[in-house]
C-alpha cells in the first residue's frame, strides 16, 4: 500500500477481460479456481485441475501488462507432499507467467507454505471460508462467528506471516474479526466478504459486473449488470440473422468485378 491507498484485486481467466482489469489500474489480478463454477460449469472449485488452471493462467497474462498475476492453486495440487506443492506452485510461474500463487488453509498448511516460500516461489494465503474445503467448514457458511474458531483464524493469520506469505485473503469472517486480523500482522489483509478493514479487496469480476446469474453472494456489489444487456444483444442478432437484416450493406464488403464473367469459358 501506499499512502495508506486500499490494494485492489479483481478476477480473470482470459486476455480480453485481464486486459481489460489491468487497463483499469486493479492492482492484482487473481486467476482463480472459482473459474470451475463461472466458466466450465463446475459444482464448486473442487473438480478444477492443474492443467486447466495453468491453461487459463497462461491466457490471463498474455493481457496482464502492469498489475501482479496470482494464480490459485487447485484442490490436491499441494496437499499430499511439500514436494509436489513445490513443483505445482513452480508450474504456475515457469509454464503460466505468473508472478506468485494462492493456496487456501491456515495453520495446517503452513509447513507447506514454508517448503513453498523457500524455494523462492512468492505466496498468498486464504482463510476463513475456503471453498475447496467448504464441506468440513458446514457449508458456504461465514467463519469466526464464535470465540473458538474466531481464536484459530486469529492464530492461523499469525503462522500463515511466520511461513513467510506475502498477504492473506480473509473471506467470509465478521468485518470485527478482519479488522482485529489486519492490525494484528504486518503483511496485507485481503477481504471478500470481510468487512471494509482489511488492505485491500478481491471479488469474481463475474459477480462484480452481473454476469453470474446462478446465484449472487450477499457481500457482492453488482457495479453493472450485464447479463440481461447480453441476452437482450444476443436476441436482437438472432432476430436480425433469422430476418436477414443483418448483415446489412455497410457490413459487407464489395468488389469492383464482374462475377458473372468468372463463369464464362
Known amino acids: 500500500m501506499k499512502n495508506g491507498e486500499k490494494i485492489s484485486m479483481l478476477t480473470a481467466y482470459d486476455a ?29 472449485t473442487i473438480p478444477v485441475t ?14 496482464v501488462k502492469r498489475a501482479v498475476l496470482v494464480g490459485d492453486m487447485p484442490f490436491m495440487s499441494y496437499q499430499v507432499t511439500k514436494s509436489e506443492a513445490i513443483t505445482n506452485a513452480g508450474r504456475f510461474l515457469k509454464e503460466a507467467g505468473c508472478d506468485a500463487v494462492k493456496l487456501e488453509g491456515g495453520t495446517e498448511v503452513c509447513d507447506t507454505v514454508k517448503a513453498i516460500v523457500k ?4 505466496l498468498m494465503g486464504h482463510i476463513g471460508l475456503t471453498p475447496q474445503t467448504a ?54 489483509t ?30 457482492v456489489k453488482q457495479f453493472a449488470n450485464l447479463a440481461p444487456q447480453i441476452k437482450e444483444a444476443v436476441a436482437d442478432y438472432n432476430e436480425e440473422v ?14 469492383q468485378l464482374d462475377v458473372q464473367s468468372l463463369f464464362e469459358d
Open 190 to 219: 485481503i477481504g471478500i466478504g470481510a468487512g471494509k478493514h482489511c488492505d485491500g479487496q478481491v471479488l469474481v469480476t463475474h459477480d462484480m459486473l452481473g454476469m453470474f446469474e446462478k446465484f449472487i453472494p450477499s457481500f
Open 135 to 188: 464441506s468440513q467448514l458446514g457449508g458456504y457458511k461465514v467463519q469466526g462467528r464464535d470465540a473458538d474458531s474466531a481464536r484459530r483464524l486469529l492464530q492461523s493469520a499469525r503462522d500463515l506471516e511466520a511461513a513467510g506469505v506475502f498477504a492473506i485473503v480473509l473471506e467470509c469472517i465478521p468485518a470485527q474479526l478482519s479488522e482485529a486480523i489486519t492490525r494484528m500482522i504486518s503483511i496485507p
Open 242 to 255: 433469422k430476418n436477414g437484416n443483418f448483415p446489412a450493406e455497410e457490413h459487407s464488403f464489395n468488389m
Open 50 to 63: 492443474m492443467e486447466e488452471m495453468l491453461h487459463h493462467c497462461k491466457a490471463a497474462g498474455k493481457g
Open 16 to 44: 480480453s477481460f485481464a486486459g481489460l482489469i489491468d487497463a483499469a489500474g486493479i492492482d492484482m489480478v487473481l486467476v482463480g479456481d472459482s473459474l470451475g463454477m463461472v466458466l466450465l460449469g463446475y459444482n464448486s
Open 119 to 122: 524455494a523462492g516461489i512468492p
